[in-house]
Structures are given as C-alpha cells and as structure tokens.
C-alpha cells in the first residue's frame, strides 16, 4: 500500500527536512506487520514526492496473530486486501516513521512546521463503504480539494459493477503537521472493517492527534465512533473529553476568554448593547456595503444580514476557528441563495494590506483593537483607513476607567486575558483624533452602557466619518 506526499512549495526539497527523511536515500523500518519503506520518487527544486510503502505481510499477520480478526473463511486469512488497501497500519507507519512531522518538530526547518505548504496526498487505494460521498464529508470540511477514483469490481466485467475501492487524492495548502494527523486519524475511520489496534490508549492518540481539528469537525460524532469501532464506552469518553479538555490553542484560549468577559459584562448585556449601538451608526451612516473586521463568531454579521438595506456583508477575523464557529451560528449553508450571495467570510489579519477589504461604505470593528500589540497599531491604521478606506469606520473598545467598578474584577487587571491595552476615555479620543489628522477622517464619540458619574460608561464607541476619499 502506497501514500505519497507531493509538495510544490520553493524549494520542494524542504519537504526532506520537515519529514526527516533524506530525499536522495531509500530508508526501511521493520514494523509488526512487515515493512515501511520511505523514498522520493522526484525531488526537484519546484516539485517534490515523499512515498510511504508499506509491506504487509498477511502470512506473518497469522502467524504473528497481529490482529486479523478470526474468520470461518480460513482462506481469507491469505487471500485478502491487506498488502494493498491503506489502512490502520498506514497510520501506524505515519506514527511510527514520520512521528517528528506529526509531532510538528523539525530541527532544520522550524519556521516551516507552522507554514501552510501546497500539498498533494495520494493513497492508492482505500477502502470505503460509505463511497465518494463520504470521502468527501470526511476530508472537505478540513479544507481538501478531494479527487475519488471509484475501481470497478473487475475491469473484464463491467457488468459486475463498480467495487468500494477509490484511488484517493486530496490538496490543499496546509500545515504538513495537519495532513499528517488528519491521516492519521481518518484512515482508520475509512478502515472500518478491520481495524486492529483499539484500546484505550487508542482514545488518547486520538485526542492527541485529533482534537485541533475534530471538535469542530462537523463529522466528529461519526469519525469518534468509527475510529473506536463502535465501542460505546470509548467513545462516549473521548467525545466528552474533546468537548472537556483540548489541547490548548490560541483560538480556544481567545474563546474561553472572552466567555469570562462576557460573563463579568453580563448583567447589563453589555455586548448586546454595544452591538445595537453599531448597528444604529452604520444604519445612520446610508452604508449598504459593509465590514465587519474581526468579526469574531459573527454576532454583528447576523444582525446586520437581517437588515435587508445591507447588501453586501464581509466578516474577516484572524482565527480560523472563529470563522468556522461563524458559519456555524449563522447556518450558513442553510440560508437562502440570495442571503448566502449577501455574506463572505475570509480569514485575515487586520495588520496586513489587504485587497479584499476595499470598495465598502462602513467597517465595524467591534472590540479587536485591544487585541494588537501596541506596535502593530500602526500598521492596522494604514490598513483600515488609508488601504480599505470606507466611509464610515466604527471602532469600540472597553473603557478602562469603569474597571473599577467591576466587583469581581481584581484591581490592575484587564477584562480579558488577551487584550494587550485597555483606553481610558482621553486615550482612546487622542489616538483617535491622532487617526483623523494623519488620513482625512472626522470623528465623535458614544459612551456604551449606563454612564457612571465619576469612571462613564464601561465601553466606548469612535464613529469616524471620511473627509475625503483620498488619504492624505
Ligand atoms: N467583533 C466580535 C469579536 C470580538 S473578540 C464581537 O464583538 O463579538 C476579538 C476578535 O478579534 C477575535 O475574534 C480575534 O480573533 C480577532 N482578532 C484579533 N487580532 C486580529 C487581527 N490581527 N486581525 C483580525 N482579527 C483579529
């Protein structure tokens, strides 16, 4: 059984580095259930191919008793797919003889183990009862391009039909470390039948190489069950530890912060008010093309597309997984056609110039600047109001002054872990007045929230208005 991994990535031969294996030497592993063999078919400058070969040898499995599952047909101990289906013992390989790759270490190339990289997987063949149908539910939602070859029963026969085996093919630009460990953990998924290796270790390799990317898989329920084969108790603990206790990742780590935020600002839905108050200005502001920047798990954006005046809607937030969980809330792939024309989301950093954020009436960008670092803040300036340049450009962000009046708050410390700065009022009207001076922009001011006499309002609102359509 054959998986190769193309890259077309400058100089492709980087692939070696990542995958620790040398592109010019052929190099053998001994495993369980036979050979591992791993080799570069090609390995140019602009185009390089890592291959996995596996050996299995179906005899030494008998004997060895490595699992194959008894059957009454003693024959099919011998005669059988094994030594050419990709299966579970491909993932055993991947563990096995690109553990680093998957592990995302890399010696020599540590920059590149969190690049996204063009990659091309090829496994020839596997084999999946649930068909290009479900191919394609388990590889597209994590971003592939997904190419099945379905084989017929027997070329001689047409008649006979088409067999359950697909020459598989999967691209995308990703992180080597991630096609690594969704093969990891989907081929045994595919392998349904006869998957040898189940225990309860098997929950904590799949919670190790799996819960980035499967708790918000839509598939994960299945993909849980079919990897432990159906054995209730397994599964039950591994969902509800996916659910309980991921790894950490920053976008989660972002998330569950911002529930403390929430929960502190909760009694007077301060958020709710805060986004009622954008709403209104970009209303006011006659905008019908519109930015939500940072758009987070898009609440604004499902306010605004209730709005019908709105007709075109773009939501860009930096984090992956806040796009996703946006999509999701949204329902997007239930809207009608007409909704789903009215609303884009792209994943983008608000610190780099961006094309896709020209040509809009209004951006709201609600609660992010607190995110950047100082440093970048310039750079997220030219981007919004000199390279995007709407007409109306609505920011808020936390008054850091009403932080006292936070019972639970202790003193000194910001409303959520990961916001690098928070403004008292005059903060926020200088840098914003600073803003209008440098590129052409009028501003007024809106405390959000029930005003206090002494500290104002827990959050504020900067409602900036284009002089004129060139930057200064
Ligand atoms: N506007 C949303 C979310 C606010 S939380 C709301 O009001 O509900 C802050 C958001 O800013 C997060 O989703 C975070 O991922 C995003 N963010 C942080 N830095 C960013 C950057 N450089 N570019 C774009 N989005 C960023």
Redesign the pocket.
């Given at each position: 059984m054959l998986l190769t991994i193309t890259t077309t990535h400058v100089p492709a031969t980087d692939l070696g580095y990542l995958l620790h294996k040398h592109p010019a030497r052929v190099q053998s592993f001994s495993m369980s259930f036979g050979q591992a063999h791993v080799f570069y078919p090609e390995a140019g400058d602009e185009r390089c191919t890592a291959a996995l070969l596996l050996e299995v040898d179906p005899i030494g499995l008998v004997r060895g008793r490595h699992g194959l599952q008894s059957s009454s047909f003693a024959l099919e101990q011998y005669v059988n797919d094994r030594p050419y289906v990709v299966s579970s013992f491909m993932s055993v390989a991947i563990g096995h003889v690109f553990g680093s790759a998957l592990g995302g270490r890399s010696k020599e190339r540590p920059e590149l183990v969190e690049q996204p990289l063009p990659l091309h997987a090829h496994l020839s063949v596997v084999q999946c009862h649930g068909g290009e149908t479900l191919l394609r539910r388990l590889f597209e939602p994590l971003g592939y391009i997904v190419e099945a070859q379905q084989h017929p029963l027997d070329e001689q026969f047409p008649a006979w039909g088409e067999s359950w085996y697909f020459t598989l093919g999967l691209a995308a630009t990703i992180r080597l470390r991630d096609l690594l460990s969704h093969l990891y953990v989907l081929i045994p998924v595919l392998d349904n039948e006869k998957h040898y290796w189940v225990g309860e270790e098997e929950v904590e390799k799949l919670l190790r190489h799996g819960s980035a990317w499967l708790a918000r898989h839509p598939e994960r329920e299945l993909i849980t069950k079919r990897y432990l084969r159906y054995q209730r108790r397994l599964t039950r603990a591994a969902l509800a530890q996916l659910v309980r206790d991921e790894l950490p990742d920053p976008?989660r780590s972002?998330e569950e912060h911002?529930r403390e935020e929430e929960a502190l600002e909760e009694r007077i839905s301060l958020?709710e008010l805060?986004?009622q108050a954008v709403l209104e200005a970009i209303k006011q502001s006659g905008a019908t093309r519109v930015l939500?920047?940072?758009?987070?798990?898009?609440?604004?954006l499902k306010l605004l597309l209730a709005d019908r005046s709105f007709e075109s809607i773009l939501g860009?937030?930096?984090?992956y997984r806040?796009i996703e969980r946006a999509r999701e809330r949204l329902r997007l792939d239930r809207l009608p056609a007409r909704d789903q024309r009215r609303l884009k989301l792209i994943q983008?950093?608000?610190?780099y110039a961006d094309q896709r954020l020209a040509g809009y009436d209004a951006a709201?960008?609600?609660?992010?600047i607190e995110?950047?670092d100082t440093s970048?803040l310039a750079a997220?300036e030219r981007v919004v109001f000199e390279q995007a340049r709407p007409g109306t450009v609505v920011v808020?962000t936390p008054n850091r002054e009403y932080n006292v009046r936070w019972e639970t708050l202790p003193a000194g410390r910001f409303r959520?872990k990961?916001h690098r700065f928070e403004w008292t009022r005059s903060e926020f009207e200088q840098w914003a007045r600073a803003v209008c001076d440098r590129f052409g922009y009028t501003v007024t001011f809106q405390p959000i929230g029930p005003e206090d006499p002494v500290v104002g309002a827990p959050s504020q609102m900067a409602i900036f208005q284009v002089q004129r359509r060139d930057p200064a």
């Open positions: 976008d972002e911002a958020h805060r986004l939500d920047l940072g758009c987070g798990e898009g609440r604004l860009m937030d930096v984090s806040a983008g950093s608000l610190i709201a960008i609600v609660e992010v995110h950047l970048r997220f808020t959520h990961d």
